[in-house]
């Protein structure tokens, strides 16, 4: 019998919705045959170390999000002890949480993004760096995590009103209108388009993780061509950056003048997508005829290690 360790919690500001992944992980495992034991990750590296060897997985299913865990960090670790481990490798890591770099990469590579700057926070503060409406973003977060909207009609400037510990440099990107979709890949194909209607709002971190406010459809109610052209770009994000097991890119699509293929924007990709009760990738893959047992016994046996 395989033993599967898997990672969660960690010191990110996403740490209850990996400790919430990793739970849910762990139960489709033990259901699946594995011999599963858990693993809370903190900043104690010794103790992580320590706690790896006496379990003696054989796999680690990496459940962790959120900086220092998803960024390539963790993964320089795992590829030092040599021990397979599910999802993207260090390097597709730590490019697809630096986001400025993995849009000059989407770029290079055709595919359509929001225009963007990125500057330092100080900047940012002195004026509109783009014309109303735009984003700010951290350069380096997950989850919708410190995502501002600024909009025309607002007196609001950027980081009114709310705590910014992400660093000092800020992602600015120009607000596409329109709809919210989101594309998983596993392995080699992509899997499907879901739309995500949400009552208020955008699809920020409380939308994403509060039962009852978000709409998930899937299959996205989409013309056909804009369906395949999203789920195209997924996969050729996912392969860009030398990704690996199951990825899944975030778009959003303005048909406010009609449809149109060439206002499908790609956001970003996140290499470690969630695995709760209310996670996208678990319903695209159920969609497709998947189970989540299913779904995490492939990512355990699809494991690999950059060493």
């Known amino acids: 019998m395989k033993r599967v360790s898997v990672l969660m919690g960690g010191p990110s500001a996403e740490r209850e919705v990996s400790l919430n992944s990793g739970a849910n992980c762990a139960a489709a495992l033990k259901e699946a045959g594995y011999k599963v034991a858990t693993i809370d990750v903190t900043r104690d590296l010794p103790a992580l170390l320590k706690t790896i060897k006496a379990q003696k997985p054989d796999v680690l299913f990496n459940a962790l999000h959120g900086r220092w865990v998803e960024d390539g960090n963790i993964q320089g670790i795992l590829n030092y002890l040599g021990i397979p481990y599910t999802h993207s490798g260090l390097m597709a890591s730590a490019i697809a ?19 963007g700057v990125l500057l330092h926070r100080s900047e940012v503060m002195t004026g509109d760096p783009l014309p109303r409406p735009y984003v700010v973003k951290p ?24 705590e910014w510990p992400y660093g000092e440099f800020v992602l600015c990107e120009e607000f596409i209108q329109g709809r919210e979709l989101t594309a998983g890949v596993m392995g080699d194909r992509a899997m499907a388009v879901t739309e995500l209607k949400v009552d208020g709002g955008f699809y920020d971190y409380a939308h994403k993780y509060t039962d009852g406010v978000t709409t998930h459809l899937c299959p996205a109610p989409l013309r056909e061509d804009i369906a395949k052209e999203a789920m195209r770009m997924a996969l050729v994000a996912h392969q860009t950056l030398g990704c690996r097991g199951v990825s899944r890119c975030d778009f959003r699509y303005d048909d406010t003048n009609g449809d149109d293929i060439n206002k499908l924007y790609l956001l970003e990709i996140n290499t470690q997508p969630g695995m709760t009760a209310l996670s996208l990738v678990p319903e695209q893959a159920k969609h497709l005829g998947i189970s989540y047992p299913e779904l995490v016994s492939w990512m355990v046996e699809h494991a690999a290690c950059d060493a």
Request: aromatic share 4%; net charge positive.
């Open 97 to 115: 949480m630096d986001k400025p770099t993995a849009k000059r990469l989407f770029a290079e590579a055709g595919l359509r993004c929001p225009k």
């Open 139 to 162: 350069a380096n977060e997950g989850s919708s995590v410190g995502v501002q909207i600024i909009t025309k009609s607002s007196n609001a400037r950027p980081f009114d009103g709310i």
